[in-house]
C-alpha cells in the first residue's frame, strides 16, 4: 500500500508526479527546486538563497509525513555546475547532524527543470 503525501508548505507538483509517496515505512520524495509555495516564484538569484529554499521545502515534506531529517537516509543533489558544489554542500549539510548524515550522490547534470540551478531528492525512513 502507498499513501501519497502532500502539503501547501512544499511546491505543488508541476507534472505527473506528488510531492511524496509514503510506502510503508519508507518515504520517496520527488525532486524538490527552489519554488516558493506561498509565492509560486522561483528563487534563483544565489545558490545560497535557492539552495536554503530546497531544504525548507523537503523539511515541509518530511514534515507532512511525520518525520524529520533525522529520517532522511538518502540524497540526491543534482546540480548544473560543480563550481556551486562547496556552497549548495555548506547549506545543505547544516540541515543534518554530520555523524547521522545520510548515504548520498552529487551528479552535475546539463539542465534541470525550469533552468533552476539545484535540484535534491531524498528517502527518509520512519
Known sequence: ??????????????????????????????????????????????????????????AAILEAANMTFENVVKATIFIMDMNNFGAINTIYGSYFDEKTAPARETVQVACLPKNVNVEISIIAVQ
Open 1 to 58: 500500500m502507498k499513501k501519497i503525501i502532500f502539503t501547501d508548505k512544499a511546491p505543488a507538483p508541476i507534472g505527473p508526479y506528488n510531492q511524496a509517496v509514503l510506502s510503508g515505512n519508507t518515504l520517496y520524495a520527488s525532486g524538490q527546486i527552489a519554488i516558493n509555495p506561498a509565492s509560486g516564484e522561483l528563487i534563483t538569484d544565489n545558490i545560497n538563497d535557492e539552495t536554503t529554499q530546497v531544504m525548507q521545502n523537503i
